[in-house]
């Protein structure tokens, strides 16, 4: 059983730079693929990013490409999104997830006009 917890969203303005946490319990977080997702107001939960079990691979939503970047850290059994230059279409419920269909409770984020 693995628990994920999302943390570090927020108001933000248009332009910023958050990171987003998700942190794991349980002994699985090394041997999964892990993502984040988001679903703005109104619209399909979407994909943003993936990263591999060891970080090697990374995979980008074309609307974050250039923008994101997600990374883990399996000794602290977190994975990050690095968010910089952010638009107010950005502004969504933020979600990670791990294989073996586990999801965290999701961080809101808001960027502002």
């Known amino acids: 059983q693995v628990t994920l917890v999302e943390s570090g969203g927020g108001l933000v303005q248009t332009g910023g730079s958050p990171r987003l946490s998700c942190a794991a319990s349980?002994?699985?977080?090394?041997?999964?693929?892990m993502d984040w997702y988001r679903q703005a107001p109104g619209k399909e939960r979407e994909f943003v990013a993936a990263?591999?079990?060891?970080?090697?691979?990374?995979r980008y939503a074309d609307s974050v490409k250039g923008r994101f970047t997600i990374s883990r850290d399996n000794a602290k059994n977190t994975m990050y999104l690095q968010m910089n230059s952010l638009k107010p279409e950005d502004t969504a419920i933020y979600y990670c997830?791990?294989?073996?269909?586990?999801w965290g409770q999701g961080t809101q984020v808001t960027v502002s006009s």
């Open positions: 997830h791990g294989l073996g269909n586990y």
């Open positions: 349980g002994r699985s977080f090394s041997i999964m693929n």
């Open positions: 990263i591999s079990r060891t970080g090697e691979n990374t």
